[in-house]
């Protein structure tokens, strides 16, 4: 048995783990606090086809230094998920690599809306977490960019029970846009021309669609203030719409890209700092219901290209823990609501089953970022000075110590009696 003692809760109550399992361990965790383990719903572990820029092995080994035992991954790889056969053989890959690194990360697939295939929605509906809709063309070739499909996804979706996640930007205006730019655009030049407008009009007509067949609706990476507006309205008039923003909204903007060039283009893009504002009152609030890292990466190679060939996609699953609890260090989000946006809210809104899974974080231990176990090796944190940190992420009867994003990184197992490398 693995017996964890003396952890306090985010009421400062204490917690006493014991773990049944082969070991005969005991860890003092007298000053350390418990949360529940993260659920990030929004990653892109690129499998299958990208594997050369991640997998199941090292995603799950940045999940679990993030304090993360669940992730719903996106269809958008190669090729992509719109099939039954090819979510089939998708859960395979994911099985044998999670085996073969030995974490059993918890996971659940989003299903790819395909106007050539929205049949195939029906065959799939107890198998995944929900339909990815990509409003605007993002990585990959998922696209549903004409009313008629549009409808159709949510009419099935809302027949079936199902929830739809959206990619809301509109790929009118972006191709309008980029058809209307003049000169050599820069990576700057991409929160130009996906502009504030090309994710409010994408939302707004999401919206309506929910009002117009009642169907649950998840806006992906909200990254505006008017967004934030359009969806507490939804929510005043009882609509079943959820809202999720990420990190990189909240802690990176437009002058990022001085600093990070191609690393700093995301779909959508970086906003003015004027934005942040907004969204960290709407998690006050309650209109942003959870916060997904968007986890995309890319090879250095890749995002060192020029501005039109560089992919859109940053890493993010180590990190958005640490990101968490450094602004509840300074004040600007408690505890409590860390919990309800990486983990409660999730849970409910994805109605999955909850499991015992923990994550003991040190909130007064200061580092800067500087590695990362993510395939890209590398992150657009690097540099940043955060306090609070994941020590121990508890996995069912695994404990794993971590020491993420830190001059060297070493994440230890503890099982069958004693400690090994996990990797």
Request: proline letters at 4%; charged letters at 20%.
């Amino acid at each position: 048995m693995l017996v964890i003692e003396g952890a306090r809760d985010i009421y400062g109550q204490v917690i006493n783990l014991k773990l049944e399992n082969d070991s005969d361990e005991y860890i003092d965790a007298s000053q350390l606090t418990i949360l529940p383990a993260v659920i990030d719903p929004h990653v892109h572990f690129r499998v299958p086809g990208m594997e050369y820029k991640e997998d199941w092995r090292t995603g799950a080994k940045a999940a679990i230094c993030g304090g993360c035992t669940m992730v719903f991954d996106m269809p958008n790889t190669k090729p992509p998920t719109f099939t039954a056969i090819q979510l089939a053989d998708k859960k395979a890959l994911i099985d044998s690599q999670l085996q073969e690194v030995g974490i059993p990360l918890h996971y659940q697939l989003f299903f790819g809306a395909d106007k050539h295939h929205l049949h195939e929605i029906a065959t799939v509906q107890n198998q995944v977490v929900g339909i990815k809709v990509f409003m605007g063309c993002s990585t990959g070739n998922l696209v549903i960019d004409d009313d008629e499909s549009l409808h159709a996804v949510f009419e099935i979706a809302a027949k079936l029970n199902m929830l739809v996640a959206v990619h809301a930007e509109d790929e009118t205006l972006i191709k309008a846009r980029k058809q209307n730019f003049h000169g050599a655009a820069d990576y700057a030049d991409h929160s130009t021309l996906r502009n504030e407008e090309v994710a409010c009009v994408a939302v707004e007509k999401a919206i309506s669609l929910t009002r117009q067949y009642g169907t649950r609706l998840y806006v992906l990476h909200m990254s505006t203030a008017d967004e934030v507006e359009l969806i507490r309205k939804a929510k005043k008039d009882n609509l079943p719409v959820f809202a999720e923003t990420t990190p990189h909204h909240l802690f990176l903007d437009t002058t990022h890209y001085a600093r990070l060039y191609g690393k700093a283009v995301v779909n959508p893009p970086l906003r003015d700092s004027k934005h942040h504002a907004a969204l960290w009152q709407a998690i006050k609030d309650g209109v942003i219901d959870t916060i997904g890292s968007d986890h995309a990466p890319h090879t250095l190679e890749e995002k060192n290209q020029t501005y039109g060939a560089c992919p859109s996609g940053m890493p993010g699953i180590e990190f958005m823990l640490p990101l968490l609890l450094n602004a509840s260090h300074h004040g600007r989000i408690s505890l409590a609501q860390i919990v309800s946006l990486t983990s409660a809210r999730a849970k409910h809104i994805f109605q999955i089953q909850s499991h015992s899974d923990y994550v003991l974080v040190d909130l007064n231990r200061t580092d800067i970022v500087s590695h990362t176990v993510s395939k890209c090796g590398w992150s657009s944190y690097e540099g940043m000075q955060l306090t609070g940190w994941p020590i121990y992420t508890v996995l069912g009867s695994r404990c794993y110590q971590v020491s993420a994003g830190v001059n060297g990184t070493n994440v230890r197992i503890f099982m069958d009696g004693f400690y090994r490398e996990a990797y």
